[in-house]
């Protein structure tokens, strides 16, 4: 999410002092894609896949994971454009899990919870889950060119994202952070895969989405099949 104003037909644009694609993101990038992240996973973490895997197996049919889901506004929406599927939305914030929406969206197939993504994609990379599409929307832009290993294609677990599989997309108000985010994925064999605008007639799925929207700023999606 935006570091920005939010209040609401007022949040301001991402702030950087980078003009374009970060210097270093190619070595970086391909520093990740030759040696495996081999940070020790949390005891919780463990424990909160191990009870997702319950869910997903219960469940028998398609996954659909919604990554920093914030309060879950758009894992419902989600839920409802996918019925067949489980969709399971993912926040590292106990708070905004707590908060989620009170918005009126009735869906009886998805479920939040709060996980640290740096071990949970790992964990869901190794496993046989039945992945069909993968949401990453309006993630933390960490606009600071200091700060590109904190975006999720300079983080050591961009290879286990990829590994992941199904239809990748990332929304945006940072064009930047798509573009860099599309090379990253070319540099890891996936092709090449164009930033488009995201039109007015397309459906917000989160509350950051309207307010960005409604402020005037232009939006930005990226989407990718993994193969």
């Not at 081999?38 to 909160?48: I, M, V």
Request: proline share 6%.
């Amino acid at each position: 999410m935006s570091d920005g104003s939010e209040t609401a037909g007022n949040s301001r644009a991402v702030q950087s002092n980078q003009t374009g694609l970060h210097e270093r993101l190619d070595e970086v990038v391909l520093k990740h894609l030759a040696e495996p992240f081999l940070k020790p996973q949390a005891e919780r973490s463990l424990a909160l896949f191990a009870q997702l895997s319950e869910q997903v197996k219960q469940h028998g049919g398609p996954v659909v994971l919604d990554s920093c889901c914030g309060v879950g506004e758009s894992t419902r929406r989600l839920a409802l454009r996918h019925p067949q599927a489980l969709v399971i939305g993912m926040d590292k914030s106990a708070d905004r899990i707590e908060r989620q929406s009170d918005l009126a969206i009735s869906a009886d197939n998805y479920l939040l919870a709060r996980a640290d993504l740096n071990d949970l994609w790992r964990l869901i990379a190794a496993a046989d889950w039945p992945i069909t599409h993968h949401y990453l929307l309006y993630p933390n832009p960490w606009p600071k060119s200091k700060h590109l290993q904190r975006r999720w294609h300079g983080a050591g677990v961009f290879p286990d994202l990829i590994k992941i599989g199904g239809q990748l997309e990332l929304r945006s108000n940072w064009p930047i952070y798509l573009q860099e985010f599309a090379r990253a994925l070319a540099l890891a064999g996936q092709g090449q895969h164009p930033v488009v605008p995201l039109t007015d007639a397309t459906e917000a799925l989160t509350p950051f989405e309207r307010k960005y929207r409604d402020s005037g700023q232009a939006l930005w999606q990226l989407v990718c099949e993994l193969g």
